[in-house]
């Protein structure tokens, strides 16, 4: 039988100082023990590489591809629960010839938000409490990959499981719509306006998501964070804005909404994608009360990817 150094000692023969033998080194001895690795003589695909890599796993991760049988059940059911109201409403319109779809492209994710909640809930702790619980990070620090590699990766792929998410039913709604014969133009109008606001919505929740995992190895206690957030904010703020609306209605129900990331969104595309807001009566910003929402949008997302840059400078260590 060969040893690991290549050498084939006699049967019941001496020990070999300078090696590995099947018998005991004399004493004072040094044993070397030769294990037969080889040095890694193949290319070195660098940080890009390694960068793509980790994008392309958190973003399978995030619907359970890749992972066991009982880790896709939730996120694939949340991805049908998101699909199926816009199916329904495409063979509706289609069978009784409507010339409108029943919900508009940008309103459709704030009327199904509590889907998109839990899907962040679930998938935000587990893109990156895991790394912080089994002290994985470090280790990843350790290659040719930095910091900022790790955060754009993390976010990027967040944000792309969001977007997923919610432009699925957006896709299902437009080609619905071509089906049933509906006037083009609008219908691919309203298309391109129900991406832009999918696709804002997904960098901010992914954002906050994120962030709120970061700070907690326990994926149990970053989900509860992520609901909480999402849940008490948007609930605080509908009060207060229908509390205002009933008494005496005033713009600081505009300015509220500041306060939630879904009305944020909501505030946004009233002012800017021609959508119908969810604001008490419908009275959503104007243009100039818009570009604020716009620059809170941006503020948050940046803060968010600059607070995961700073959180991950002591973990990364």
Not at 66 to 89: E, T
Not at 96 to 112: D, F, P, S
Not at 254 to 269: A, E
Request: glycine share 14%; net charge positive; proline share 6%.
């Amino acid at each position: 039988m060969s040893t690991p150094s290549g050498t084939v000692p006699p049967p019941g023969g001496p020990a070999n100082p300078g090696g590995v033998g099947p018998g005991v080194p004399a004493a004072g001895a040094t044993q070397i023990h030769n294990i037969g690795y080889r040095k890694y003589d193949g290319p070195r695909l660098g940080r890009s590489y390694a960068m793509r890599s980790l994008y392309t796993q958190s973003l399978r991760g995030a619907f359970g591809l890749g992972r066991s049988a009982k880790s896709k059940v939730l996120p694939m059911i949340l991805f049908a629960v998101m699909c199926l109201p816009a199916a329904l409403v495409v063979a509706v319109a289609v069978v009784t010839h409507a010339k409108n779809l029943g919900v508009g492209y940008t309103r459709y994710a704030i009327l199904l938000q509590a889907v998109i909640g839990l899907f962040l809930a679930a998938q935000a702790p587990q893109s990156v409490s895991r790394d912080l619980r089994f002290r994985t990070v470090p280790l990843y620090f350790s290659r040719p990959i930095e910091r900022r590699d790790y955060v754009l990766a993390k976010f990027g792929a967040m944000s792309s499981a969001l977007f997923v998410l919610t432009v699925a039913p957006v896709v299902i709604l437009y080609i619905g719509a071509l089906l049933a014969k509906m006037d083009f133009g609008d219908q691919t109008k309203g298309f391109g306006q129900g991406l832009v606001s999918v696709a804002v919505l997904s960098l901010l929740f992914g954002g906050i998501g994120l962030v709120l995992a970061a700070f907690t190895p326990r994926r149990g206690f970053g989900v509860a964070a992520v609901i909480a957030t999402l849940v008490i904010s948007y609930g605080a703020v509908s009060t207060l804005q229908a509390i205002i609306w009933a008494g005496e209605p005033s713009s600081a129900i505009t300015w509220i909404g500041l306060f939630s990331p879904i009305t944020l969104i909501d505030g946004l595309q009233t002012a800017f994608l021609g959508a119908h807001s969810a604001f008490p009566g419908g009275v959503g910003p104007g243009a100039g009360a818009g570009v604020v929402y716009l620059l809170v949008i941006a503020g948050l997302v940046a803060g968010s990817y600059g607070v995961l840059m700073r959180r991950y400078r002591k973990v990364g260590l």
